[in-house]
């Protein structure tokens, strides 16, 4: 059961701080939750002071006592408490559009787990249904929908989403920082629109997504009016996520690594260039899964942290990015099928490879629904006992 031990209104102490690139000073609480002081105004009111900001610090690459550690997709199947909650909702979306229940099942991997950070239950699909395109999910398939895109005028009849089309992300979201009353920060988060627009056209999860690969090379104009429209939509819905408190955004490209480089840089990095231009209140952090032939330009984003998958050389990723971003991952989502020795032996190779500083740890992709609650407690562990 949810229990509401917030104060509303509660006052932060204002002490100047370096914005998300360490260059343009914002007011901020005394535990470094920072945003612009005049576009976030709103929150001022709800601020609660963060009793452990480590994975704030570690993206604007200030010094922690330790590595923090979250994990991608940590709310789901691998917790029986998610499990029954789930079952209790009947679906995957009547879970994702309660805010009640989304905030238990966010909140759940930091009773759990003990990660250093939340994300938001939700899903990257929020936005093209905002933006008039409905999505179910199988049990046990995925994703489906029932309208994709498939010429110009499927994207003209698309809206540009606004906050108020996600309301229901947005309460969560809201009610996940009042319970979580400052214990961790609250992670939001969006698809990229290359994703987002590969589910668009595909309608389903792929191997290769090569209908939407196909709509590149046969409507690249179109493909950049959708894209556009997709890179608008989700500015405004990660500005109304940090409005209602999240503490730091990430945007997952999934489906990165389907393209060429040419491609990824046309039709997916400058869009996510947009987008980390766009926000400017709270630290950025860009995944992108399989990029690993654009880790240079990803350097160059406006964004704080990059994310790694276990494919990424740890070394040759820091030289390709720059010592000026902080980067996140990169673990084998397998390891944790593993024994208890050979994860924790792995895990602090893994630490100690990526250094003391501008580290934050993860897997390099979501954990799999059947590894063991108590492996991926033992990655996490591994991690916090860890020092340098
Ligand atoms: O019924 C269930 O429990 C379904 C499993 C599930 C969960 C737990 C889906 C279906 N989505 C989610 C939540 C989710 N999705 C979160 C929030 C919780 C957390 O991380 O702890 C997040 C961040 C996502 C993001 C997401 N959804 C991505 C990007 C990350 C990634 O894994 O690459 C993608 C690609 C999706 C689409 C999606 N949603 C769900 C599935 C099975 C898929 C993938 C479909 C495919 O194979 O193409």
Partial sequence: MLRFKVRLNQKCTDTKIKSKNNDIPVLCSKAGI?????????????????????ILRAARGEKTERTPVWLMRQA???????????????????????????????????????????????????????????????????PWFEKTIQHGGDIEALKIAEANDLQY??????????????????????????????????????????????????????????????????????????????????????WAGILSPQQYNEFSLKYISDICNAITEVPVTVFAKGAFFARAEMGKLNCNTIGLDWNMEISESRSLIGNHKTLQGNMDPCLLYADYATIKKETQNMLRQFGPHRHIANLGHGVYPDIEKDKVKCFIDTVKEFRF
């Fill in 76 to 142: 789901g199947r691998i917790l029986p408490e998610y499990r029954a909650v789930r079952e209790r909702m009947g679906g995957f979306k009547e879970l994702v559009k309660s805010p009640e229940f989304a905030c238990e099942v966010t909140i759940q991997p930091v009773d759990i787990l003990g990660v250093d950070a939340a994300i938001i239950f939700s899903d990257i699909l929020v936005i093209p249904e905002a933006m008039g395109l409905n999505y179910e999910m199988v049990e046990s398939k995925g």
């Fill in 34 to 54: 920072f945003f612009n002081s005049i576009a976030s105004k709103s929150i001022l009111q709800t601020t609660i002071t963060l009793k452990n900001d480590l």
């Fill in 169 to 254: 992300v947005l309460d969560a979201i809201k009610l996940t920082c009042k319970e979580l009353n400052g214990r961790v920060p609250l992670i939001g988060f969006a698809g990229a629109p290359w994703t987002i627009f590969a589910y668009m056209i595909e309608g389903k999860g792929s191997k290769t997504f090569s209908l939407a690969k196909k709509f590149l090379y046969t409507n690249p104009i179109e493909a950049h009016t959708l894209l556009e429209k997709i890179t608008k939509s989700t500015i405004n819905y990660l500005k109304a996520q940090i409005n209602a408190g999240a503490h730091m955004v990430q945007i997952f490209d999934s």
